[in-house]
T-cell receptor
């Protein structure tokens, strides 16, 4: 009963390096999301994918790109990491993205950029 | 989205019911009330949600007042593992579609 799985759990990068955060869900959900959580800021939506083949910007998309690889997988890429992107990143999924359908979250990737 | 107000922290004795209040006086008719919790170093965990009626599941009960301006999450028999930050979220169709706006939440500490 994995739910939403994120890899890696921890990562340290140097400024300017690139990396991809992976997310996969096994609940046959159509909609997937990427958030970041910073102290005192709550969760902020970076990008979302309402269904396979579509992606849209959220509240804080600058510096990130996403790929909805298939129905199960939604990846987040940092092309040139900056210290301001140090954060905890959460992936979530929901059945169809309707407001009466809950989002289910993974356990996060803790990313530090030096 | 309607703004929510929650106490910063609460304590509860193990085995007793934990009642977590939330005020959302500006809620609109089509907005849902959601509760999530976040245990240290884990992702947010969905607990329950509702629109108008009270709801119950295996984790908790959600009591929404008739005017929908406030709600209470009830954990009927709190255990030490229920120690977490609890978030009350009022959810509507936002500009950035489908985002969940988490506030500061209530830090619940369950004590032996």
């Amino acid at each position: 009963n994995a739910g939403v799985t994120q890899t890696p759990k921890f990562q340290v990068l140097k400024t300017g390096q690139s990396m991809t955060l992976q997310c996969a869900q096994d609940m046959n959900h159509n909609s997937m999301y990427w958030y970041r959580q910073d102290p005192g800021m709550g969760l902020r939506l970076i990008y979302y994918s309402a269904s396979e083949g579509t992606t849209d910007k959220g509240e804080v998309p600058n510096g990130y790109n996403v790929s909805r690889l298939n129905k199960r997988e939604f990846s987040l890429r940092l092309e040139s990491a900056a210290p301001s992107q140090t954060s905890v990143y959460f992936c979530a999924s929901s059945e169809h993205g309707q407001i009466n359908q809950p989002q289910h979250f993974g356990d996060g990737t803790r990313l530090s950029i030096l | 989205d309607a703004k929510t107000t929650q106490p910063t922290s609460m304590d509860c004795a193990e085995g007793r019911a934990a009642n977590l209040p939330c005020n959302h006086s500006t809620i609109s008719g089509n907005e849902y009330v959601y509760w999530y919790r976040q245990i240290h170093s884990q992702g947010p965990q969905y607990i329950i949600h509702g629109l108008k009626n009270n709801e119950t599941n295996e984790m908790a009960s959600l009591i929404i007042t008739e005017d929908r301006k406030s709600s209470t999450l009830i954990l009927p028999h709190a255990t030490l593992r229920d120690t977490a930050v609890y978030y009350c979220i009022v959810r509507a169709r936002a500009l950035h579609n489908n985002d969940m706006r988490f506030g500061a939440g209530t830090r619940l500490t369950v004590k032996p």
